[in-house]
């Protein structure tokens, strides 16, 4: 009850604190020239002289200077925002927030470009900003890296932000509050623009395995494959036998030779196939809610890597077709990788569709599932297969100790901690659902082990 009450406290208290018309510096400033004021008093109690009448001149002299540029200080920032209020009040701002296409996809840093027009920057001063995201969550107070610093006027007010985020999703911005304050950062006037924007952080692309798939689908019959090599046919290979198998398929010559029994894996593609269906379960079979291990840190840690892999198989210079298991928010894009990087991004576990109702048999060429995968779903799609689909597990587990993915954290979250992997690391092993899902994914482990043509990650 406390907990909520205080919660609610400070959620009221906190946009109030935004609009205060001076800063923190401020208030040090005036206790400092207040502190000074009464040290120098005392130093005016000595007999009547020509030093005593010079010291006061010259403090009545400083003070004065002190008390102009102040107001100087003061002027520049309030006609800014005079000038901005009424802009706001005539519906003449313009206001954009987009993401900033990454430009190495191995780079975790995340950057927004925001743009505000017309703004008058107060002289000499600066303008800071604030988002308003989610509802009930507000960023950090910052200053843009601005694209022209070179002019001395502008209405202009545009640049970017590196912000750091705690997941990989879609924000949605429902206000961005404007700062305007002087070059001595005493004075903050404020102003909140409501403004419907989104913007969505990126997955990177850490190292993973090397995966070797064919293509499984046919959409274009005007060109015909010439690397037959990589078709997988009953001619070209093999694997050993399991419970499922035709027995008429066995290849009695190689089991009179060394004792094996293998099988010829039947022809699952034409000539003419081209393209390779990604299949990528978000699937979810255990009661997370609550649980931000399981829905932020695994959550983050499985898109990276499907972005990964995604990555690694575009390298093999096959079309690839990127399955969605939910519909996400809509993003337009012309290259195809951003659209699949934009649909890995704002994907979520979810609980509506299995495995069993999501895969098309005939058409995947690799399955990616996850440790929440339900592990009997897992067993039947694997006894449905034919032989030439990949089957990828994503050890969730896994990612608390990965080297590498402690460079995500210093990305991942705005309050930095001592060291925030062991923040989480010390969550999953107090965590109810620790044991639950560590022998939910030993026992997909185990299933997989049994079956060829499949990896854990």
Known sequence: MMGRLFKNIRGFAQPAVFFIPFTFYFVLFTVAIVLANIWLGTKLHVPDGSFTDIFKLLLKAGTWFIIIIICVALLSAFV???????????????????????????????????????VLKP???????????DQSLYSEKFILAEEDQKKIFSTRFAGDYKWQLPEIKEYHVEKLIVYFEDFFQFFSFTVALPVQDRFHTHPFAPPVKDIQLSPRKTEDTATRIEELKKVEGEYL????????????????????????????????????ASHAYLYPSFYNSFDIAG??????????????????????????????????????????FNDEQQATRYAITTSKWQQDKDLKVFVNNKDASIIIISSLCNADDVQSILDAQSG???????????????????????WLFVQQEKN??????SK?????????IMANE???EAILAKYSKTIVI
Not at 123 to 128: A, C, E, N, R, S
Not at 259 to 271: F, S, T, Y
Not at 420 to 425: D, G, L
């Open 428 to 436: 999953w092993r107090l965590s109810l659902l620790r044991p639950k």
């Open 237 to 272: 290979n093999y694997k050993n036998f399991e419970n499922n198998d035709d027995v008429r398929r066995i290849v009695w010559k190689i089991y009179a030779k060394n004792k094996e029994l293998v099988v010829r894996i039947p022809e699952v593609l034409d000539p003419y």
């Open 123 to 133: 002289f000499l001063g600066f303008i800071k900003l604030r988002l308003h995201y």
């Open 291 to 332: 649980n931000s291990v399981a829905e932020i840190f695994f959550l983050n840690y499985y898109k990276t890597v499907l972005w990964g892999i995604y990555q690694q198989l575009g390298k093999q210079g096959y079309a690839l077709r990127f399955i969605q298991d939910q519909q996400t928010a809509y993003g337009s």
């Open 420 to 425: 925030e992997i062991e923040v989480y690391k």
């Open 442 to 444: 030993k026992k997909i």
């Open 388 to 410: 030439g689909t990949v089957f990828v597990l994503v050890k969730l587990s896994k990612s608390l100790q990965h080297s590498y993915f402690v460079n995500m954290i210093k």
């Open 80 to 118: 800014s925002f005079l000038i901005f209020l009424v802009k706001k009040k005539k519906n003449a701002i313009r206001v954009s927030i987009k993401t900033v296409a990454a430009g190495n996809s191995n780079d975790p840093v995340q950057k927004i470009h925001i743009s505000i027009s017309p």
